[in-house]
């Protein structure tokens, strides 16, 4: 025998005989307890009530006295007898939807401190759990063979395990997917039945489906919006698509399309629509589809400021980039970038000046591959002493293995030649050059990256990794490298190291309407010198080492301030650890305004920079924290930060910072920090 799942209303029942109030009584919740919950913690059940614990007095006071948005601000939820009532229906309703039929829930409450506050109780009887009998999938038959073996494969509704209503939606969008993918993006779920076996307690779901009728991909048109400069070939375009007229019509080709599209680099929108015939149309079979293009220009000049402190002090500069599009007809893209940057008023003290010319090829051989080729030229000085002169040559390909995984291979050869008091420039490894030091590097990376972030310029949820190698000599010296670099007759070195590095970065919304996002970052690499760099302490190139401290870093330190060994700061080093989380506030996110692109940040910062990665010590890590402040624009956000020294451990005394004087030692040496861009 079998029963159709209904919910029940159960009864509320006042610890004492008072009037039963409303917001409008102005009470506040003093505690709410949950018993009898075996199967889930307390806190995943609060989170489904309304009625909502009294804050603290002081947030209270923030919210009535300031700002609604302050930080910690929070709004007094009063009680009210409705929204108890609602609370234990939902409470209810969540345990049915996680296979406790019969499960019954309770809920009272009683007046405390002489009545200005409210403790409420809800008392669960979970019940035993009904688990997943069979599944049926109705209204697919007429299906493919190949369509129906592909759904029967991978049911995620498995015998045995407990029934839950999100793993039974789970289960019908994957068979949506499938059917999108299959030639019926028209498929819709009609139905979803659970019925329950009063025998065992256990469950049947039926799930049915109409998917109409097999569709394939029909005409392909464009429609450009805006002026084109680019005369762009259109077979490059039609390349692009993951999918040709006649093909079974699948969503996930048409993403596909959309996103080579947009990686060409050369539209500032795309869009692949598609035009179904209507369900009742049991004749036309074909989509027609339309890409909508908005192409870019094809010369475009685009100057910009700099300003940072990626150097030893605040740097101002400019850059000019020019981008011309199409080169050859296949939508390369040829950029050249000139920039100089300097601290100082006449930018002696340090400067960098520098320019570039890369090639983009969009695709190759495949929509998955893209390659670039580069050359620069750098002019670095310090003080009218040093200077140095830096040309590098560099090719690679990218690897698109999914929309969340991306993989780059880079081959970079530099020449490095620095006249003057090397040292200055170069640090450790270089006291005994007072003239010249001259290098020829050969550098081969490769990296892997999956991003499960929502968004690339302000996520708020999801995760990412990188990990990083790269290698160079290994080829030199068995012999195998065509290109020049160590040569001791004309005084040219080079340099041999392998370098592993992992980054990882989580967020988390807190708030559930992305108001409060919480931020965390890892990071972790090392270079491993081997040979004669290891022997005679030849430092890698100083673009390939590693450097502590700036907005991106520990921000409780300028820009390359940090090092655990003195002789590293202003020159990086082989070893860095960094940990970082992030609170971030939306402070006005119902504005109408320029208002609504306000973010308050607090952050804690946790790292160092070591000369060697067996020198990594937990009581030598710097510990900073601060505050700061978010403007999001298009691009992303803006960001300043003001970071304060809590644990320095190149302090010979009063390392923490409740041992020095608040204002004098701690507040007065805190650091400014600009960025574009969230710290992570």
Known sequence: ?????????????????????????????????????????????????????????????????????????????????????????????????????????????????????????????????????????????????????????????????????????????????????????????????????????????????????????????????????????????????????????????????????????????????????????????????????????????????ILNNQLDDVTLGGELAFFMRNVFGGAQTLTTRVNLIGSGRDFTNRYIASSQLSFEQPYLFSNKNSGTIAGSYSLVGLNDSTQGNILQISIGVRRYFSSRLTGDVTWSYEISEFTGRAQDLLGAGFFGFDTTADFRNSIRGLSLEYDETDDLFNPTRGFSLRGIFEEAGYLENIGLSPLPQQDDASGIRATEYVKLEGLLRHFQDLSANETTILGFKFRLGGIFRYGRSRDEDIPVPPNRRYYAGGPSSIRGWTSRELAADPSAVNFGSNALLEISTELRWHLWPKANNWLDGFWFVTFADAGNLWTEFDKIAVDEAAVAFGIGIRYNLFFGPIRADFGLKMYDPSSSSHKWFYDKRLWGDVVRKGVFQLGIGHAF
């Open 1 to 305: 025998m079998r029963l159709i799942v209904i919910g029940i209303i159960l009864p509320v029942v006042p610890l004492s005989a008072q009037t039963e109030p409303t917001i409008f009584d102005s009470i506040l919740v003093d505690e709410i307890r949950i018993e009898g919950n075996e199967t889930f913690d307390e806190a995943e059940l609060l989170l489904k009530l309304k009625t909502e614990e009294a804050p603290s007095g002081f947030s209270i006071w923030l919210y009535e006295s300031l700002s609604p948005r302050f930080p910690f601000a929070q709004e007094p939820a009063f009680f009210d007898t409705q929204n108890f009532r609602d609370d234990i229906d939902a409470l209810g309703v969540f345990y049915r939807n996680n296979g406790f039929f019969n499960a019954k829930v309770e809920g009272a409450y009683e007046f405390v401190d002489e009545g200005d506050e409210i403790s409420v109780l809800f008392t669960i009887t979970e019940g035993s759990p009904s688990q997943i009998d069979s599944v049926v999938h109705r209204n697919i038959g007429d299906l493919p063979p190949e369509v129906r073996a592909e759904i029967d494969a991978g049911i995620l509704l498995r015998q045995d395990r407990r029934y839950r209503a999100e793993d039974v939606a789970a289960e019908r969008n994957r068979v949506l997917r499938i059917l999108g993918n299959s030639g019926f993006p028209r498929a819709t779920s009609d139905s979803i039945l659970v019925e329950r076996r009063l025998s065992n307690n256990n469950v049947l779901v039926r799930l049915g489906f109409h998917h109409g009728r097999r569709l394939y991909f029909g005409k392909v048109t464009e429609e450009i919006k805006g002026v084109d400069e680019l005369n762009l070939a259109r077979q490059i375009v039609y390349e692009r698509l993951d999918f040709r007229r006649g093909e079974v019509y699948s969503k996930e080709a048409q993403y596909e399309g959309e996103t080579s599209l947009n990686r060409l680099g050369v539209f500032s929108y795309v869009r692949v629509k598609p035009d179904f015939p209507p369900m009742e149309n049991t004749q036309d079979t074909l989509v027609p589809i339309t890409l909508e293009l908005a192409p870019r220009k094809r010369f475009e000049l685009a100057p910009a400021v």
